[in-house]
Each structure stands twice: as C-alpha cells, then as structure tokens.
C-alpha cells in the first residue's frame, strides 16, 4: 500500500518550452502533496504544498508562476515547469499524505528534468 | 526553511557491521520520520515516531525519538550490501511542516 507513482519518470526539454509532471497516489487520496527539488548529492528541498481543491502555498523564494501547481483530485497533483532553463534542470519528487492516517508522507520516484 | 543536521556526513563500513546515524535540531518536532533514498529514485519510508522517548524496530532498524524532541536516532545492525543509500532523516513541526536532514550516505563493503 501507499505506493505514490510519477509521470515522467524522465524529460529532457528545450530551453522556453513548459514541461509538466504528474504525482499520483495509487492505493490512498491525499488532501495534500508536495513537491521537492533535489541537486545532486543534496537533500530535498521543499517547493510548495499542493491541497487539493485550492491553491499551492509555495516555500520562500520559489516563484509560483514558474513553478505552476494544480491539485485537481485527491489523487492527482500537477507540477508545470513554465518557459524552462537549464538551471530549471533537477530532480523532482513529490510525496503524498494520506488522508486516512497520521503524518508520514510517501514519496513517488521522482522526474529527472533536463533543460537544453 | 529549517534544516536538520545529520551525522555523520558519510558512513564507509564492512558488511556485517553495525550502524549508527543521527539527526539534530534547534527546533522541537512532534513527528521523527527516517528514509532511504537510493539513486535515482524518491525516499522510501523506515520507521516513524511519534512519541518522545519512543523506540522503534523495523527488521535489522531501529530509531528513537530523543527525550528533548531535538533529535533522533538510527540504528543498521548487521549490515548488508542492499543497505548502500542515503539516509534522511524528516522533522515534523504541524501539520504541513516537514523539514528533511542533510542525509548520510552509507556504503557497505562487501
């Protein structure tokens, strides 16, 4: 159980385009989800927090017209890279808490992005 | 936002050792969550604790919540070679307020 998936797993874009990755939670709805972004050898850092049913509240620092989040189900979350840049290029990963339980946030594989 | 201090940095052992890694705050957290990442792919959850002074097994793991609420711990007993990853360590402060360790970086030589 708990298993969250991501869609794509891999995407390499060009510079300009917009690019957008899907976090499903499989065997559970979640209320919330999050997104991350992790460097290389880094821990993850936390972007926005995505509710369903109204707007993402984003970290410090992380622009929200860039970064777009779209929480549409108690499945499904939706992260929009606009006009992309290769500093855009990274690994994101979102998790999800499960509506029935305590705290614990399961993550998805995560989506290498590369911007060229 | 807030980060947590996890040590060591980076762990080198012989299979069939044992390990120890913690993590520390300034801040008091309600929840200590313990993942592994490895290459490539999201953190996979270990143990949770929810209760200071709780001391929680998972197979060859085991994790404390510290008396303080500013730290925990982890445990590998017994080390094998599928325990290579890295370790993060998750402080939760309310609801939404998850803050994730610098990782430990474990490699078990064979």
């Known amino acids: 159980g708990a298993v969250v998936s991501q869609h794509p797993s891999w995407v390499i874009c060009k510079s300009g385009t917009s690019v957008k990755i899907e976090c499903r939670s499989l065997d559970f709805q979640a209320t919330t989800m999050f997104w991350y972004r992790q460097f290389p050898k880094q821990s993850l850092m936390l972007m926005a927090t995505s509710n369903e049913g109204s707007k993402a509240t984003y970290e410090q620092g992380v622009e929200k017209d860039k970064f777009l989040i779209n929480h549409a189900s108690l499945t499904l979350s939706t992260l929009t890279v606009t006009s992309a840049h290769p500093e855009d290029s990274s690994f994101y990963i979102c998790?999800?808490?499960?509506?029935?339980?305590?705290?614990?946030?399961?993550f998805g594989p995560g989506t290498r992005l590369t911007v060229t | 936002g807030q980060q947590l201090n996890q040590s060591p940095q980076s762990m080198f052992i012989q299979e069939g050792e044992d390990v120890s890694m913690n993590c520390t705050s300034s801040?008091?957290?309600?929840?200590w969550l313990w993942y592994k990442q490895d290459p490539g792919e999201g953190p996979v959850l270990l143990i949770a604790l929810y209760k200071a002074g709780e001391l929680t097994s998972n197979g060859r793991l085991t994790a404390q919540f510290g008396i303080t609420r500013k730290d925990s711990f982890l445990n590998i007993s017994a080390s094998i070679p599928s325990d290579v990853g890295i370790y993060f360590c998750a402080g939760q402060l309310t609801g939404n307020q998850f803050y994730f360790g610098t990782g430990t970086s474990l490699t078990v030589i064979p």
């Open positions: 801040s008091i957290f309600n929840t």
């Open positions: 998790s999800a808490r499960d509506i029935s339980g305590p705290y614990e946030q399961y």
